[in-house]
């Protein structure tokens, strides 16, 4: 398959979000220098999450996005809100034992809470929508979520969860390709443009002051480090960089760590009551292969249809094409239905999946990786760095303990030297 660069504008991705965002604030960039107690670097989930969380404590804040408000990830992604952190809370087991593994877990429910707050509390109209399904491919997946229910069971989760066999699964998926699934009334779907950019306005009724079109260029670390933009500068006590994926060659220490995966997405036209022959539409659906499968109907009647994650970074020569195909396999009776938008964007892949939430030095801080699994996790970073910044940082230490290794083969081959490992996995999906 032929694979090439996505291309990209400064303006929000063609996307069925951007097509559907509305009238939003547009914010200025950044001309000349300011002071802030916090400057926060890039405006997606993460930078806002935490701009939010650092102005409703009373810091004054400045946050520099070098393109739109949510033009990453967070304004592409597939509006699946899932809890937990991308890695079992097991995984925190060996170095702070089972108080770990609970206070993980606690934060994985946490991460979900926060996002509905936030809509609640600012009024967000996001398409807010809850209910959710694992989907599975093989017998060894229907094993997987009898393992999951039962230790969500055990540890408390306060929302319904079961098991769906595959008949029922099929009155509320019409695909004859899974064998069951793992319902879960606590996760769900959303736009996510929309709500980073109600986010976004939040914070700055609040008093933080967003610039757009204003890409860090430099951070000079010291006492009052300097985070210098295209045409401005910001004095500030802290710093905090959100970057993810896009963050480039501003700090060569987050990026070495973190490698760009690309995901696609495709958008149909609306389906009217044809919907209802393909699945509820109040699902949000996600099997369990390593290059996994998301769907879920829109709030005005579109599928919108993920996947094809590659390790690459890079994007398949005709995507449109690549997802249809993918659709079709599960949905076969969408074959005439025509596709209105189409894009992708790049995932924060850490190396051994845990969220890379730390310090660069005593006053400069960072939140990336989330590994393909952020909507939700980004705004309990954002807090956690919140809290760290005003002085309460156990919770931001515990991710911290985490070495985060760079990835091996340096800035030209580590990309290339990860997809070829991740061929591995990938071949684990077929047995
Ligand atoms: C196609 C796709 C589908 C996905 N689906 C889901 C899903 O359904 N559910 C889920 O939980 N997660 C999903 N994800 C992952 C999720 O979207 C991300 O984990 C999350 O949005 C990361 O947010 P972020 O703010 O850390 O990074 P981003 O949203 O990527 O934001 C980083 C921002 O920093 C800016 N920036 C970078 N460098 C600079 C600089 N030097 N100066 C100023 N600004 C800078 C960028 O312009 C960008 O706006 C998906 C991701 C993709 C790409």
């Given at each position: ?221 010291g006492q009052l480090p300097e985070v210098h933009t295209e045409q401005g500068l910001v004095r500030a006590n802290s710093v905090v960089v959100c970057g993810d994926a896009y963050l480039g060659d501003l700090v060569p220490e987050l990026s070495s760590r973190n490698l760009p995966a690309s995901s696609f997405i495709i958008a ?164």
């Amino acid at each position: 398959m032929l694979l090439r660069p996505l291309k990209e504008t400064r303006e929000h991705t063609a996307s069925y979000y951007a097509a559907t965002l509305g009238t939003h604030t547009v914010y200025p960039s950044l001309q000349d220098t300011v002071d802030a107690d916090v400057c926060v670097v890039g405006g997606g989930f993460s930078g806002v999450s935490t701009a939010l969380h650092l102005v409703e404590k009373g810091y004054s804040v400045v946050l520099v996005e070098a393109n739109r408000i949510g033009w990453g990830a967070t304004g592409r992604n597939g509006g699946q809100l899932i809890g937990g952190l991308s890695t079992e809370p097991e995984t925190f087991e060996a170095k702070f034992g089972r108080e770990g593994v609970a206070a993980a877990w606690r934060m994985g429910v946490e991460a979900v809470e926060i996002v509905k707050q936030r809509i609640e509390k600012y009024h967000i109209d996001c398409d807010l929508q809850f209910g959710y399904c694992d989907v599975a491919l093989k017998p060894r997946h229907m094993t997987s979520f009898a393992e999951t229910l039962k230790s969500q069971q055990d540890k408390g989760y306060p929302y319904k969860m079961r098991l769906v066999p595959r008949d029922e699964l099929r009155t509320m998926i019409h695909s004859d390709r899974y064998l069951g699934g793992l319902y879960n009334e606590g996760f769900g779907q959303l736009h996510p443009l929309k709500l980073c950019v109600g986010e976004a306005a939040a914070a700055a009724r609040l008093g933080a002051r967003i610039f757009e079109h204003s890409r860090a260029t430099r951070i000079v670390r010291g006492q009052l480090p300097e985070v210098h933009t295209e045409q401005g500068l910001v004095r500030a006590n802290s710093v905090v960089v959100c970057g993810d994926a896009y963050l480039g060659d501003l700090v060569p220490e987050l990026s070495s760590r973190n490698l760009p995966a690309s995901s696609f997405i495709i958008a149909t036209e609306p389906l009217g009551d044809r919907a209802k022959t393909v699945m509820n539409s109040s699902l949000a659906v996600c099997d369990l292969r390593w290059a996994l499968d998301y769907f879920r109907i829109s709030i005005d009647g579109r599928m919108l249809f993920g996947g094809a994650c590659n390790y690459t970074g890079l994007a398949p020569g005709d995507i449109t094409e690549t997802m249809r195909k993918k659709m079709l396999w599960v949905f076969p009776q969408l074959a005439d239905v025509k596709i209105d938008y189409t894009w992708g964007g790049q995932i924060g892949i850490s190396m051994n999946r845990i969220p890379q939430v730390g310090r660069l030095s005593d006053n400069i801080f960072y939140a990336q990786g989330y590994s393909g699994h952020g909507v939700a996790p980004t705004h309990l970073m954002g807090k956690i760095v919140a809290e760290a910044v005003d002085r309460k940082p156990e919770r931001l230490d515990m991710f911290a303990a985490y070495s985060h290794m760079p990835f091996p083969g340096g800035k030209w081959l580590r990309q290339p030297l990860y997809a070829l490992g991740m061929l591995y996995y990938r071949t684990l999906d077929f047995l």
